[in-house]
């Protein structure tokens, strides 16, 4: 079955500085589609990063980018020159098959002034 | 161009009674998928349906829990004679197409069972 770990429950970041969220999965699969979400206070889920398994280069989204391992099915999020706004709660994601996704656990973020 | 809408936001209901979840996907998506958060979790996958049709309701609890996407009006998350447990926020997603395209989240709706 497949799984999503992200082992970092919380993290800290002063603003302006750079951070990096792990996650890690486990498939069998071999064409597959990673995702990170953030979810600030409102609760609402808003897209951060996309990537496809099948291409090697790492997605990246101005301030965002991931560190995209698929032997060691390793998913990692950097976020450049933190923001305030950033302060969230982080998922990463597998999309299993074509609609299912599976989640993390989360990784809450907390970017300090 | 409205994003998927979900209402209540909030909603209380004493164990027993029932809870109705609506949402109504973003225009020109008829794929809609429902999730579960509990405190401190990630999103669960519980159902994915088209217009009128359960395709894959793999996540749902046996007993309680049920989904509807009518041709016409917004998708139905039903749960029957509530317990505490079934406090969380339930979320729903949207998507044109499944496969390659990623899903449109709404709000959410917090159920809390008192």
């Known amino acids: 079955a497949q799984t999503v770990t992200q082992s970092q429950p919380e993290m800290s970041v002063q603003e302006a500085e750079t951070v990096t969220l792990s996650c890690t999965y486990d498939?069998?699969?071999?064409?597959?589609?990673l995702f990170w979400y953030k979810q600030p206070p409102s609760r609402q889920m808003i897209l951060v990063i996309r990537?496809?398994?099948?291409?090697?280069q790492n997605a990246t989204e101005n301030r965002f980018s991931v560190n995209f391992q698929k032997a060691a099915k390793s998913f990692s999020l950097k976020i450049s020159d933190s923001q305030l706004g950033d302060t969230a709660m982080y998922f990463c994601?597998?999309?299993?098959?074509?609609?299912?996704?599976?989640f993390g656990t989360g990784t809450r973020l907390k970017v300090l002034a | 161009n409205a994003g998927v809408m979900q209402n209540p936001r909030h909603l209380v209901r004493r164990r027993g009674q029932e809870a109705r979840l609506r949402c109504s996907p973003m225009?020109?998506?008829?794929?809609v998928y429902w999730y579960r958060q509990l405190p401190e979790e990630g999103l669960k996958f519980m159902v994915y349906?088209?217009?009128?049709?359960?395709?894959?309701e793999s996540g749902m609890p046996k007993e309680r829990f049920s989904a509807e996407f009518p041709k016409e009006g917004p998708s139905i998350l039903r749960i029957q004679q509530v317990v505490r447990g079934d406090s969380a926020a339930y979320f729903c997603?949207?998507?044109?197409?499944?496969?390659?395209?990623?899903?449109?989240f709404g709000p959410g709706t917090r159920l809390t069972v008192t």
């Open positions: 225009k020109g998506h008829s794929h």
């Open positions: 997603a949207s998507s044109p197409l499944t496969g390659t395209y990623e899903q449109y």
């Open positions: 349906l088209q217009k009128e049709n359960i395709i894959d």
């Open positions: 994601a597998f999309m299993k098959g074509t609609y299912k996704y599976i």
């Open positions: 498939t069998s699969e071999n064409n597959y589609y």
């Open positions: 990537q496809e398994a099948y291409k090697q």
